[in-house]
């Protein structure tokens, strides 16, 4: 289907090229999400860790989008909300609990930052900041850099859309259009900025709709259909690396828990509502439609199951275990140095 530029599209899922193991790969990685992310939940309620923010509900959008590119040549700008992106880039749950936990193996900071500031060098990820928004012009920019340096890579940059109220996002996606930047703009819309609804920040329908003002492509999709989410994707991948530019993509999904440890959803929204988003269960969705396709089967599923509550059992004991940072550490990476402490 043609695609007009400017436009907002709504996507349906076709047929998908992924092969029967990335497929199963993948399910296993959404499994493995829900089961980090309860557990971080848990372990906060339990005063083990301080903060947690939940991704629940927003899997197939996180591993739909993030399987369309190629981790030896792009760069990623993930979110804080994205543990299935980072364990589908290679991050381990016990890399996840170190982070909560805040300990000195720590290898987002090294136990100096909150949960959720994710760094991957090996795959390119690119350590994040705190204030929501400000990965946007620094995607803009490395996708420029790329065009720059002659190299295909394509970057991708993931937030919410209480994100694209903030300046940050308009200047970074303005930019990249003008420049024709490699990058796709992948907006995990969860329906609420913290507390705030969709209707309350925008006058627009959809967060699609706002590609038009960059004269670039925009297209909303079922974010909880991985199929749906991966083909929407990989054609702004594709469109991208051959020099067409920018992409703001719209994955409509929901947060089935609060915003973060420290929010009070009731405040805001009802319980019949998240009953109603918890009946599209993504993982759900998604162990069905390869039920349907014959790469999966009940039995594979609960095996596979156990085997990732093992895995994030034993991965939650070794943070737990593992070393703390020295007081002697908390200047180092601050100030220039020849190297001290436990050498990271």
Known sequence: MARKQG?????????TDLPAERLLGMYRTMVTTRA???RMWLLQRQGAIAFTIP???????QIGAVAAFDPSRDWFYPYYRDVGVMLSLGMTPRDVFLGGFGKFDDPESGGRQMPYHWSLPKARVVTGSSPVATQIPHAAGTGMALQLKGEDGVVFCSFGEGSTSKGDFHEGVNFAAVRKAPVIFFCENNQYAISEGLEKQMAVRSV????????IPGESVDGNDVFATYAVVRRAVERARAGDGPTLVEARTYRLMAHSSGDDDRNYRTREEIAEWAKKDPIQLFKEQLIRQGVLDEARAQALSAEVADEVD???DAAEQAPWPEVADATRFVYAEGGNGRGR
């Open 208 to 215: 699609a709709e706002r590609a038009a003002a960059y004269g």
């Open 314 to 316: 034993a991965a939650t």
């Open 36 to 38: 980090v992310d309860e």
């Open 7 to 15: 436009a907002a599209a709504e996507a349906r899922a076709p047929a």
């Open 55 to 61: 991704c629940k509900g927003q899997e197939a959008a």
